[in-house]
């Protein structure tokens, strides 16, 4: 897509068939505080487009819902003749380091200076490098990472004029990180592990809760997508049944289709459907805040009121980066919330899920007028 002349980073070389592991021979640093597991690196191609791209591609409008190579080929071959003109002057399409768990991370660690690392396999291609890369760039522990002869996926990020995001994922010729892969010593000495619901990758989830229970670690999970949950709503109300899951992010699209059939389907019901079985549970509500429940307590907080959304892509990720940031420091429910509107609020003003330089001193002074407390980042 053309968009590669945004990444001005040195490309790290990669080591095949093996984690990516440090040089120095003195004793290992201490163990990530948080740590993601996605199954599959992932290159995000983000471009601002007209609606007549959005009509012309398989699925639903809005949402996120995988395609075949040939589809994310046409998809992105298709693009340069819909940019959209941007007043801003902000550069149309760009090419990152993607997927919802890497932009958690990649959020905690850069704009709130947890130690934050991820598991996940990428392929030894270009747009491997262009992952690790930009992964390191922004301070997240690779150790976890597992390197394989092949191709890494990638996704077509669609966003329209209203900052509305469309998913096109193309996993299926990706490489992956298998459940057997998973062992002990991935999260030994963590507190928290970040997931995402996708049935495709079910196996892994399930593997990677099992060992984070085993180990004391604290289990995060996002529900992906309407799609996701509309199409296996079972398997996943299965997993929450479990008691397992601690805390659960849900946007209110997500939510209504959790609870489908009931008579409640509004947001606040299915808060309460979550609450029943995670110690947190949140609904994020777009432009309207979010509601959040721990306990006995629910608590409502409305979105930063000055953020035009130029893209919409990130905001839940970069949500639940300032909300864990808010739990790992022992912030009440109602912070955590306000952190999570702030970091939401910083990734939506500008293009792509990675959250630049002056967005994050934007939402440092959001934090700093709101009583918030600020990161200690030692850079």
């Known amino acids: 897509m053309g968009a590669e002349g945004e990444l001005r980073r040195p490309l790290l070389p990669l080591h095949l ?41 398989p699925g639903d409008r809005g949402g996120s819902q995988q395609v075949a190579a040939e589809d994310l080929n046409h998809i992105l071959n298709e693009v340069n003749a819909h940019i959209l003109p941007d007043p801003n002057k902000l550069p149309p399409l760009i090419t990152i380091a993607g997927g919802s768990v890497a932009n958690t991370i990649r959020g905690m660690a850069a704009g709130f200076g947890v130690s934050s690392g991820i598991i ?29 002869n092949g191709s890494t996926g990638q996704c077509a990020c669609l966003v329209d004029a209203d900052g509305n995001r469309t998913m096109r994922p193309c996993l299926s010729s990706a490489v992956k990180l298998q459940a057997d892969e998973l062992n002990t010593e991935d ?65 209110e699209n997500e939510a209504k289709e959790l609870v489908s059939g009931e008579s409640n389907v509004d947001p606040e019901a299915a808060l309460c459907f979550l609450a029943k079985h995670c110690k947190w549970a949140v609904v994020t509500l777009g432009s309207k805040g979010c509601i959040a429940k721990h306990g006995s307590e629910v608590v409502r907080v409305p979105a930063i009121g000055d953020t035009h959304a130029i893209d919409a892509t990130g905001a839940g990720d970069l949500f639940a980066s300032g909300f864990l940031y808010g739990l790992v420091k022992g912030l009440s429910l109602e912070d955590c919330c306000k952190v999570g509107s702030c970091s939401g609020g910083s990734v939506v003003r500008s293009l792509g899920g990675e959250v630049r330089p002056e967005n994050w001193q934007w939402m440092y002074k959001e934090m700093q007028s709101k009583g918030l407390l600020l990161p200690d980042m030692k850079n």
Request: with cysteine; proline share 5%; net charge negative.
């Open 187 to 251: 999260l030994r000495g963590a507190k928290w592990l970040v997931l995402r619901y996708a049935f495709v990758n079910l196996e892994q989830i399930k593997a990677a809760i099992g060992i984070a229970k085993q180990e004391g670690v604290s289990v995060s999970i996002d529900l992906a997508s309407f799609e996701m949950v509309r199409d296996y709503r079972s398997d996943l109300i299965d997993l929450l049944e479990t008691g397992n899951i601690d805390l659960c992010f849900a946007n």
């Open 17 to 57: 068939s093996r984690p990516v592991r440090s040089n120095d021979a003195q004793s290992p640093p201490p163990p990530p505080v948080v740590i993601g597991l996605q199954p599959v690196a992932l290159i995000d191609h983000v471009a601002r487009v007209d609606c007549s791209l959005l009509d012309r591609i």
């Open 120 to 148: 996940t396999a990428c392929g030894d291609d270009e747009q491997g490098h262009l992952f690790i890369n930009g992964m390191s760039f922004s301070g997240v522990d690779l150790s976890r990472v597992r390197i394989k």
